[in-house]
């Protein structure tokens, strides 16, 4: 397995990490328009950094490197 740096994945990791952040930094507006109010707040940030680390293995280009890596284990040769 050999790590690349790709300019295009870093941008798309910048806009998921942005997206991300903003849902962390405005849960309660999020939650009360689009859900349930108070109950799903914690949902919200939650999902919300999951999209922030996310963004940042796709950012720094890893996503292709831990894909490989189960596909690797689950199909064994």
Known sequence: ???????????IGLIIVAVSGAAVVNYQKISDHMLSGISSYDRVKFWG???VGLG??????????????L??????H
Do not use: Q, Y
């Not at 596909?71 to 064994?76: A, Y």
């Open 56 to 69: 940042l293995a796709i950012m720094m280009n890893l996503h292709t490197l831990i894909l490989t890596a």
């Open 49 to 51: 950094i999951i999209g």
């Open 1 to 11: 397995m050999d790590w690349t740096f790709s300019i295009g994945w870093m941008i």
């Open 71 to 76: 596909v690797n284990i689950v199909f064994k």
